[in-house]
């Protein structure tokens, strides 16, 4: 959500194809914040966390992703909780039930 912010906070007036990334990147970090389809929207943000790291994708002079390195972090993150899911306090645990892991006792 900070790195779409980081869009229109710059000096410059961003382009049409820059408005409608940095709004999309605004809307995926709101619904990961809420919980809110948290799987879907950890794997956009992960892919937009790996294509930020190429020269040619639109992107603001100054933000938190100054650098390569800390791109993949954002992008390491999004994919653990691709694999993770949600929390307990999320939307989806509240739509779709928590999930309770039964590990059974051994003999």
Do not use: H, N
């Not at 809420?34 to 956009?44: K, Q, Y």
């Not at 899911?85 to 509240?94: I, L, N, T």
């Amino acid at each position: 959500m900070a790195q779409g912010v980081a869009y229109f906070g710059g000096k410059q007036a961003p382009g049409a194809i820059t408005s409608a990334v940095a709004a999309f990147m605004v809307m995926i970090g709101a619904l990961l914040v809420i919980g809110s389809l948290s799987r879907w929207a950890a794997v956009v943000a992960a892919t937009i966390s790996l294509l930020s790291v190429f020269p040619w994708f639109p992107g603001p002079r100054v933000g938190l992703f100054e650098t390569p390195i800390t791109t993949m972090l954002a992008a390491v993150i999004a994919t653990a909780l691709v694999c993770l899911g949600p929390g307990a306090f999320s939307v989806d645990a509240r739509l779709f039930g928590r999930r309770e892991v039964i590990i059974p006792k051994t003999r």
